[in-house]
């Protein structure tokens, strides 16, 4: 089975904090995002990274950004965090067709 | 505006009852999957449908596609308590893009 594993589960930030959320697989999948869940919205995409150092914007990337070092981890990164950034983090992975592998999130919150 | 829409936004049934959830999707896919995920974790894959295909089966899992209604509907059969979650559909809208967009989501509550 896929393993994703998201370093925190809980997260208090303050407003301007430079944050950084880890995303580790076990799997050797090529391709990781980053979604936000938020209710009643679902989920949206941040990035996504198909590739070491490479990476894409999904639809909501504003205020973030991302780093892909090694094939395995995948951070997602709040320069200056703030309150809207305030949210249920999830990476995934996927390799080829396969479904989304999730990790178990982490809830930021930003004061 | 989200490309998939879950029906309805909650649901609440004893157990045993069948629980039936829909999903409406605005353009052309290339699949249709259904995701579970329990309270505070992460999503769990349940079951994909391609657009070439009708109906599909895991368990006690039935999930139908009309693309031409552009909806698909997730039916829980024998409904069990450990059964409470959000169920999510994606779709991915073509053969290349990574990006699988999601609905809101139907809170299900199976009552014992």
């Known amino acids: 089975d896929v393993k994703v594993t998201q370093s925190s589960r809980y997260l208090v930030k303050r407003t301007g904090e430079k944050v950084f959320l880890e995303c580790v697989q076990d799997?050797?999948?090529?391709?990781m995002f980053w979604y936000r869940q938020d209710p009643g919205l679902g989920l949206r995409l941040i990035y996504f990274?198909?590739?070491?150092?490479?990476?894409e914007k999904g639809d909501i990337p504003e205020g973030y950004s991302v780093s892909r070092e090694k094939k395995e981890r995948f951070s997602l990164i709040l320069e200056s965090a703030s309150t809207n950034q305030t949210s249920m983090y999830l990476c995934?992975?996927?390799?080829?067709?396969?479904?989304?592998?999730f990790g178990n999130g982490t809830r930021l919150t930003v004061t | 505006s989200q490309q998939g829409e879950e029906d309805p936004q909650a649901l609440s049934i004893q157990e045993g009852e069948n629980a039936t959830m829909n999903c409406s999707y605005k353009?052309?896919?290339?699949?249709l999957q259904w995701y579970r995920q329990n309270s505070g974790r992460g999503l769990v894959h349940l079951i994909l449908?391609?657009?070439?295909?009708r109906e599909k089966h895991s368990g006690r899992l039935r999930v139908t596609l009309d693309t031409s209604k552009k909806s698909s509907s997730l039916l829980i059969t024998a409904s069990r308590a450990a059964d409470t979650a959000s169920y999510f559909c994606?779709?991915?809208?073509?053969?290349?893009?990574?990006?699988?967009?999601f609905g809101p989501g139907t809170r299900l509550s199976v009552l014992p």
């Open positions: 995934a992975t996927r390799q080829g067709g396969s479904p989304l592998h």
């Open positions: 799997m050797d999948h090529e391709n």
């Open positions: 990274s198909y590739d070491v150092k490479m990476k």
């Open positions: 353009t052309s896919i290339n699949n």
């Open positions: 449908i391609r657009s070439n295909e």
């Open positions: 994606a779709t991915r809208l073509d053969n290349y893009g990574q990006n699988f967009v």
